[in-house]
């Protein structure tokens, strides 16, 4: 059931109790996420769907390069093209779809590598999983860096509070300096970080509501990022007050490239649970998802 949304295909999919999301075929990429009646990610009012430009908000995925840590363009290719789309299909209370993207001659005119990606979108009530597959299917080993650069829908920033990072280290790309966080996370301007990745599961509270944060255990740092009004403003696809009702909190692993071997496969993923309170008892992550021989 393809729809279109801003002129681009989507799949829209459904839970038992009415939590829906949308979901791009440009990019593979999350645009909304409805959990209990309401609007759990931030989507630009100003995004540009022309089927090629990256659109700002939802959930991009950025690989096989992060950021400009590498040759590729800004957040490397996959966020700039169409992925083919398997059908949703229900399992265990779930709907998953499934989105693949395989090397061609535009991806190798960017990277010259073999590789198989595949997006897996899992909507259960009040939980969205975003699992990312990488696979080798060349003969040599090559190396990547990913993230899930989540935008959260935030009441206002000036209110939010990301708990759960205390004493990971922290490098501030902003002020370019390394230290630890102690305590929670407060915004007031620019703020760009990277987080070695929290054993548990971090909470977010903008003031009004709540959401559960987790990743993988193979998703070795968290980013966290909000442009504040200065860059926000020089952003041609943001409003000029975007920047207070949105936060990026990413799942990445990026600080060390994956290397995958020849026929290895990578698992990566990023859950988002609505409505967690700080303090509730959290479960621990659950064990490493998928591997095989040579990675990381
Ligand atoms: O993940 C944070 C970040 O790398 C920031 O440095 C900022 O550049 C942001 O991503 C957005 O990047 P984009 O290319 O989507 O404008």
Not at 155 to 166: E, V
Not at 260 to 282: H, Y
Request: hydrophobic letters at 40%; aromatic letters at 8%.
């Amino acid at each position: 059931m393809v729809e279109t949304f801003r002129g681009q295909p989507c799949i829209r999919l459904r839970a038992r109790n009415g939590d829906t999301a949308l979901v791009a075929l440009h990019g593979a990429q999350v645009l909304s996420w409805v959990a209990a009646g309401r609007e759990r990610l931030y989507l630009s009012p100003k995004a540009v769907f022309d089927g090629q430009s990256a659109i700002r908000g939802g959930i991009p995925l950025c690989f096989p390069q992060f950021n400009q840590r590498g040759p590729l363009p800004k957040h490397g290719f996959a966020r700039n093209l169409a992925w083919r789309a398997d059908s949703a299909h229900a399992e265990e209370g779930a709907t998953r779809l499934s989105l693949h993207l395989a090397d061609d001659e535009r991806t190798r005119a960017w990277w010259p590598q073999a590789f198989a990606a595949r997006v897996d979108v899992v909507l259960s009530e009040g939980q969205l999983q975003v699992e990312c597959t990488v696979h080798n299917t060349g003969a040599v080993a090559w190396d990547f860096t990913i993230a899930l650069h989540s935008y959260l829908q935030v009441h206002d920033i000036a209110q939010t509070r990301l708990q759960g990072l205390d004493g990971c280290a922290r490098w501030d790309a902003v002020a370019d300096v390394h230290s630890q966080q102690q305590g929670p996370i407060t915004f007031a301007g620019e703020y760009d970080s990277v987080f070695a990745a929290a054993p548990a599961p971090l909470q977010l509270r903008d003031g009004v509501h709540g959401l559960e944060i987790a990743q993988s255990p193979t998703m070795g740092q968290t980013v966290v990022w909000n442009p504040g009004s200065a860059l926000c403003a020089r952003l041609a696809d943001m409003p000029p007050e975007g920047h207070a009702h949105m936060l990026c909190v990413e799942a990445a692993q990026i600080d060390t490239p994956v290397r995958l071997a020849p026929g290895a496969t990578w698992t990566g993923w990023q859950r988002l649970r609505e409505g967690q309170q700080p303090g509730s008892a959290v479960p621990r992550l659950s064990a490493l998802t998928v591997s095989s021989k040579g990675v990381q």
